[in-house]
Nanobody, 123 residues
Framework: QLQLRESGGGLVQPGGSLRLSCVVSGLTPDYDAIGWFRQAPGKESEAVSCISATGATITYADSVKGRFTVSRDNTKGTAWLQMNSLKPEDTAVYYC????????????????WGQGTQVTVSS
């Protein structure tokens, strides 16, 4: 059973940066795409980014392109979401999730989810 745990959230001023981590344990993540999602109060969940198992394919939501960067190191069982130039509208609970044999293209149902980490952007 794959388990994911996010960390790195917190309070940051507009224009600041945070780096979220997603540690994968239980099974090797070498065949799993990792997705990052966020949900703000009263809003629907938004898919933020996806990185394929090898890192060859990466996608971003238009709302974060140019500001967020996703990466992973399968030897460490960890994925990261580097968030720069943060805006108040980036405030949300951020989740990472995994799904096997997915190349970040087309609809999919993610199989495993972390518990989420809160990101608050405010002055």
């Amino acid at each position: 059973q794959l388990q994911l745990r996010e960390s790195g959230g917190g309070l940051v001023q507009p224009g600041g940066s945070l780096r979220l981590s997603c540690v994968v344990s239980g099974l090797t993540p070498d065949y799993d795409a990792i997705g990052w999602f966020r949900q703000a109060p009263g809003k629907e969940s938004e898919a933020v980014s996806c990185i394929s198992a090898t890192g060859a394919t990466i996608t971003y939501a238009d709302s974060v392109k140019g500001r967020f960067t996703v990466s992973r190191d399968n030897t460490k069982g960890t994925a990261w979401l580097q968030m720069n130039s943060l805006k108040p509208e980036d405030t949300a609970v951020y989740y990472c999730a995994s799904v096997r044999y997915y190349y970040c293209s087309g609809p999919v149902t993610y199989e495993h989810w972390g518990q989420g980490t809160q990101v608050t952007v405010s002055s």
